[in-house]
């Protein structure tokens, strides 16, 4: 089977830096993924890293170690919108690759 | 990206009905999609697999019956809960999956509640 673990909450003032962190267990890997959920809407696509290293796109950077089976998303220069649910995600070879989803992390940012 | 449409946004149906759930790929030929279902403050869980042209695949658990999934056409998916119940009322997306499978692409999801 497949499990995802990453922190259930995050507190971070505006202009700060965060870092959310996502370990993983699989026995196929198909790259790590982000997605960004504000409540009540769908979850929107923050980045994909299939080999290891730091995928940056704007103000958010993902990292993945495989040998450690980790990644990260980094967020920087926070704004109040960036509160929200992150979800780091990994594919399920045994569900024609559909999305597993960690628990999520509750991201606020305070002023 | 991508579009998925999906409807509707929200649904409020009475216990034992029916509710149809629509999604649509606008702008490219879905053979895959994906349906999940959120309960508040929980992740996104998997309910199926829905292959166009094909039987959908169920998660362990999900009861093939009561979600009834069809997916005729390369942009249409469409989720029926069938004999609602309270315990139904949920929030149920859907998703299709990019060429090269690096992205997800989600409809806007669907609100329902059973009453």
């Known amino acids: 089977g497949q499990s995802l673990e990453q922190p259930s909450e995050v507190t971070a003032v505006e202009g700060a830096i965060v870092q959310i962190n996502c370990t993983y267990q699989?026995?196929?890997?198909?790259?790590l993924s982000w997605y960004q959920q504000h409540d009540g809407g769908a979850p929107t696509f923050l980045s994909y890293?299939?080999?290891?290293g730091l995928e940056e796109t704007g103000r958010f950077s993902s990292f993945l170690s495989r040998s450690d089976s980790y990644g990260y998303l980094l967020l920087q220069e926070l704004q109040m919108k960036d509160s929200a649910s992150y979800f780091c995600?990994?594919?399920?070879?045994?569900?024609?690759?559909?999305?597993?989803f960690g628990k999520g992390t509750s991201l606020l940012v305070t002023p | 990206g991508a579009v998925v449409s999906q409807h509707p946004s929200r649904v409020i149906c009475k216990s034992g009905t029916s509710v149809k759930i629509e999604c649509r790929s606008l702008d490219f030929q879905a053979t895959t999609m994906f349906w999940y279902r959120q309960f508040p403050k929980q992740s996104l869980m998997l309910m199926a697999t829905s292959n166009e042209g094909s039987k959908a695949t169920y998660e362990q658990g999900v009861e093939k019956d009561k979600f009834l999934i069809n997916h005729a056409s390369l942009t249409l998916s469409t989720l029926t809960v069938t004999s609602a119940h309270p315990e139904d009322s949920s929030f149920y997306i859907c998703?299709?999956?990019?060429?090269?499978?690096?992205?997800?692409?989600f409809g806007q999801g669907t609100r329902l509640t059973v009453v």
């Open positions: 890293n299939g080999l290891d």
């Open positions: 995600a990994v594919r399920d070879g045994n569900s024609g690759y559909a999305l597993n």
């Open positions: 998703s299709a999956p990019s060429r090269g499978n690096t992205e997800a692409f």
């Open positions: 699989t026995s196929g890997f198909y790259g």
